[in-house]
């Protein structure tokens, strides 16, 4: 398992992108590196999901292989270190994969093969409602637009996504389910370093639920529909806590420095892909 290449891009200097990491010794000590095939997974074992993840993108190289759907554990944690298969018995979430389940599927069939089976370790999913609209579909399509738009630069792309851990999550069978989603794609333009941010949210839309009666129920906190954003990368620096080094410089959007508050006047919520800023 070679995990995620921090120079699989090839910019013109050589630098290295590495994932997106945990500041503070305190936070640190909670994540687990895990390699799996053109991939890694942080884990906050804390929290039993992953706090971010890393894939590599060979557009060049990918194939087409059937989906397999072998959803498993990762037996190098411990089972009450990852959110399993108890967490999505009998209600309506979805376990969502972080790495899409193509992107890493790439290289000859059975390396590819192999990122295929990996892609479905519980470690790679998060828990997301079932029900979703076009915001979703196209917030799952970002990685095929940016590598149409990378095509002049070898199909090369580095993707990272994970959750917005925030401390009003609720907590549903042991884990605290996050509401929004973040993503940041990579890519080598003329030797140089370019990256886009994006969030999905599936806060609850609306008002007057009754969460004791969701406890008594065994049902899930309540999600609403989604919404996708392009956002600053600076602004996912601030929201998720993690550090996304050279990843805010790059950023197409809008290049500023993460300070203590969002600038949510940048955000622009996409509902078609002509929006997108490049």
Avoid at 58 to 84: C, F, T
Wanted: a negative charge; aromatic letters at 8%; charged letters at 25%.
């Amino acid at each position: 398992m070679t995990g995620y290449d921090p120079q699989f891009l090839g910019l013109d200097d050589d630098r290295a992108v590495p994932m997106p990491a945990a500041r503070g010794e305190a936070a640190g000590a909670r994540i687990r590196r895990l390699e799996y095939t053109h991939f890694t997974v942080a884990l906050d074992t804390a929290r039993r999901l992953a706090a971010a993840t890393a894939v590599n993108i060979d557009g060049s190289a990918l194939l087409d292989l059937g989906r397999g759907d072998d959803w498993h554990l990762d037996e190098r944690v411990g089972a009450d270190e990852q959110a399993g298969p108890e967490l999505y018995a009998r209600n309506d979430l979805d376990r969502g994969h972080l790495v899409r389940r193509r992107d890493p599927v790439w290289g000859d069939v059975e390396i590819a093969s192999e990122a295929n089976f990996d892609s479905f370790c519980y470690t790679n999913a998060a828990p997301q409602a079932a029900e979703f609209n076009q915001s979703l579909e196209l917030w799952n399509g970002l990685e095929d637009l940016v590598l149409e738009y990378a095509s002049a630069n070898g199909l090369r792309l580095s993707v990272f996504t994970g959750p917005v851990f925030a401390d009003d999550d609720e907590s549903y069978r042991g884990v605290r389910i996050p509401k929004q989603f973040w993503k940041v794609a990579a890519w080598a333009s003329e030797g140089g370093l370019r990256a886009s941010g994006y969030l999905l949210d599936q806060s609850p839309q609306l008002g007057g639920i009754d969460l004791n009666e969701q406890t008594a129920t065994d049902a899930p906190p309540p999600l609403g529909p989604f919404r996708t954003f392009q956002v600053p990368v600076a602004d996912l620096d601030v929201l998720t806590g993690l550090d996304f080094g050279a990843l805010v410089a790059a950023d197409v959007l809008a290049s500023t420095v993460p300070t203590a508050a969002v600038h949510r006047e940048l955000w622009i919520e996409l509902t078609a892909a002509e929006q997108l800023r490049w």
